[in-house]
């Protein structure tokens, strides 16, 4: 079983930036994932990264403001968030999968473990 805990959500205003973590226990982790739901909408893919780091993929509307990393050492994964919108506003996951495959998957659905999400909000 694996535990996934977010934090660094809060409040910015548009145009500044925060930085995510989502910190891992419980056992090894794989592939990672962190998905947002904005208010009154689904959730949505963002950001993914493989287990080894050397691979990631990007929403095509985060493209050059996101970046994701991880430290295997430190069992946490990070999200980058740059030039933030008010569009970017939600409540952001993480999750891992049980794969340690090349290329993480952005389908939610092959993700096992959820944290319980960190809230971003971007005022204009």
């Known amino acids: 079983q694996v535990q996934l805990v977010e934090s660094g959500g809060g409040l910015v205003q548009a145009g500044g930036s925060l930085r995510l973590s989502c910190a891992a226990s419980g056992r090894d982790w794989y592939n990672m994932g962190w998905f947002r739901r904005a208010p009154g909408k689904e959730r949505e893919f963002a950001a993914a990264i493989s287990w080894t780091g050397g691979s990631s993929r990007y929403a095509d509307s985060l493209k050059g403001r996101f970046t994701i990393s991880r430290d295997n050492a430190k069992n946490t994964a990070y999200l980058q968030m740059n030039s933030l919108k008010p569009e970017d506003t939600g409540v952001y996951y993480c999750?891992?999968?049980?794969?340690?495959?090349?290329?993480?998957?952005?389908?939610?659905?092959?993700?096992?473990?959820w944290g319980q999400g960190t809230q971003v909000i971007v005022s204009s």
């Open positions: 999750a891992t999968d049980t794969a340690r495959t090349a290329v993480p998957a952005i389908n939610a659905g092959m993700y096992a473990y």
